[in-house]
């Protein structure tokens, strides 16, 4: 079965620190990858996905992930975090069978 | 863009009552949504898949008899917990995929329930 690890599960960094999250995932076929933020207060919000092409990918906010297949790995990664960065970040993948499954997040706290 | 609209946000019940949340797409066509359940300091467990016009798909351990799902329409899809009791107290998410865009979910702002 499909699976997703986030194994930061919480990160404290310093305003204009460098950030880079991990995520790992188990399932051997081709998959979609995502990165989802949950602000405080606030609902699920796509950051960024892969689906194909160029494995570096990027999204809002300066936040982009690199796709590395015989790692089974696509980090989170942004050059210098800001305060209002401060959220629960997840991982998820998406397989053939069309669901898509969530790692356990991780909780990125920002010190002003 | 595409929004997703969970109703109620908040519930809390009496233990054995049934409750309902409702979830809506609100501009555009929904022909798969999602339930998730969201544990405190935990990931997103995925419970249900909905499919419009047909029965909904559960993910292994999830009571299909204690979660009812009901995707009637391309917009709304319900998920009805029945005889709760205080363990089912939890934040429940629903989300909703697309045709043209199934690999993207947009989420709904979730529902508290609270079974006392």
């Known amino acids: 079965a499909q699976s997703v690890s986030q194994h930061n599960h919480h990160v404290i960094l310093s305003e204009a620190a460098s950030l880079e999250l991990g995520c790992n995932y188990s399932?051997?076929?081709?998959?979609?990858l995502f990165w989802y933020v949950q602000y405080p207060g606030q609902h699920l919000q796509l950051l960024l996905k892969?689906?194909?092409?160029?494995?570096l990918v990027k999204g809002i906010k300066g936040f982009e992930a690199e796709f590395i297949k015989s790692k089974f790995s696509f980090n989170l990664r942004k050059p210098s975090v800001q305060w209002s960065d401060t959220a629960e970040y997840f991982c998820?993948?998406?397989?053939?069978?069309?669901?898509?499954?969530f790692g356990s997040g991780t909780r990125l706290s920002i010190r002003p | 863009g595409a929004v997703v609209s969970q109703h109620p946000s908040r519930v809390i019940c009496k233990s054995g009552t049934s409750v309902k949340i409702e979830c809506r797409s609100l501009?555009?066509?929904?022909?798969?949504m999602f339930w998730y359940r969201q544990f405190p300091k935990k990931s997103l467990m995925l419970m249900a898949t909905?499919?419009?016009?047909?029965?909904?798909?559960?993910e292994q351990g999830v009571e299909k008899d204690k979660f009812l799902i009901n995707h009637a329409s391309l917009t709304l899809s319900t998920l009805t917990v029945t005889s709760a009791h205080p363990e089912d107290s939890s934040f429940y998410i629903c989300?909703?995929?697309?045709?043209?865009?199934?690999?993207?979910?947009?989420f709904g702002a979730g529902s508290r329930l609270t079974v006392l």
């Open positions: 892969y689906f194909s092409g160029d494995p």
């Open positions: 989300s909703a995929a697309t045709r043209s865009g199934a690999n993207v979910l947009t």
């Open positions: 998820a993948v998406k397989s053939s069978a069309s669901k898509i499954i």
């Open positions: 909905s499919n419009e016009g047909s029965k909904a798909t559960y």
């Open positions: 399932y051997g076929g081709t998959v979609n």
């Open positions: 501009d555009f066509q929904a022909t798969t």
